[in-house]
């Protein structure tokens, strides 16, 4: 990932940097993710509103543990967020009660809303996309980024399938878009791309009903391939 941003807010390393927590883990795209990582070696905690559900889905996978949000989120260098944009507030409010100065939030959220039998429709937050809202409604000095709304939480789940495609990452400070990509960089076949500013997000938020047009049509689970650059990334 090449990072070419200005820097005034580095993240700190007083958490467990091996360590991811997912809130909303139990869900689609949450679970795929707790599987990828799980089976790489990164730790892996689940989090859901649901305890239960989240170790019962935690059992299913190497090393990983499950419980209730605030639980997982606490000491995790690395939280990622995997709701529906229903959620996204409320979700974001129960964090901004818990998140501690040197964690890192990863918004996963496509704002998406259904339209009728047309299926999903993007939409425009208030502060002008999901990861924007996000800061807004967390803590000053928490780090944002926006990443992974472009890969499909079926092919992310069968951990047999082989991926290949690219990761478009968007965030204001280079700390945490580093932290961030090596994360992302430890599923293999993913790669993230230095998007910009966190501002930037929106826009790949909103490829993501375009994708899923695509692959209703086509019936498969295409993703983003971006041509032409440097392998590998330099960071």
């Known amino acids: 990932m090449t990072v070419t941003q200005p820097d005034s807010l580095p993240a700190t390393t007083?958490?467990?940097?091996?360590?991811?927590?997912?809130?909303?883990?139990?869900?689609?795209?949450?679970?795929?993710?707790?599987?990828?990582?799980?089976?790489?070696?990164?730790?892996?905690?689940?989090?859901?509103?649901?305890?239960?559900?989240?170790?019962?889905?935690?059992?299913?996978?190497?090393?990983?543990?499950?419980?209730?949000?605030?639980?997982?989120?606490?000491?995790?260098?690395?939280?990622?967020?995997?709701?529906?944009?229903?959620?996204?507030?409320?979700?974001?409010?129960?964090?901004?009660?818990?998140?501690?100065?040197?964690?890192?939030?990863?918004?996963?959220?496509?704002?998406?809303?259904?339209?009728?039998?047309?299926?999903?429709?993007?939409?425009v937050p208030w502060a002008g996309s999901a990861a924007e809202q996000a800061q807004a409604l967390l803590p000053d000095g928490t780090g944002v980024v926006s990443a992974l709304q472009t890969v499909s939480a079926a092919t992310l789940q069968d951990i047999e399938r082989r991926l290949d495609e690219d990761v478009l990452l968007c965030g204001d400070h280079t700390a945490d878009k580093v932290l961030a990509a090596d994360l992302i960089d430890r599923i293999p076949g993913l790669r993230t791309v230095d998007c910009g500013l966190l501002d930037m997000s929106g826009v790949s938020e909103r490829i993501t009903a375009l994708l899923i047009g695509v692959n209703r049509r086509y019936k498969t689970h295409a993703g983003i391939r971006l041509t032409g650059l440097p392998e590998p990334l330099a960071r």
């Open 14 to 123: 007083t958490h467990h940097e091996n360590t991811v927590a997912i809130v909303g883990g139990t869900g689609a795209l949450g679970l795929g993710l707790a599987t990828r990582w799980a089976h790489s070696g990164v730790n892996v905690r689940i989090g859901s509103r649901r305890a239960e559900a989240a170790r019962s889905c935690a059992d299913t996978l190497p090393g990983a543990v499950g419980g209730d949000n605030a639980t997982m989120i606490e000491g995790a260098a690395a939280v990622v967020v995997a709701v529906p944009f229903s959620a996204h507030v409320e979700t974001m409010r129960a964090i901004a009660k818990v998140i501690q100065p040197g964690q890192l939030v990863i918004d996963t959220t496509a704002p998406l809303l259904p339209v009728g039998p047309r299926g999903l429709r993007p939409v």
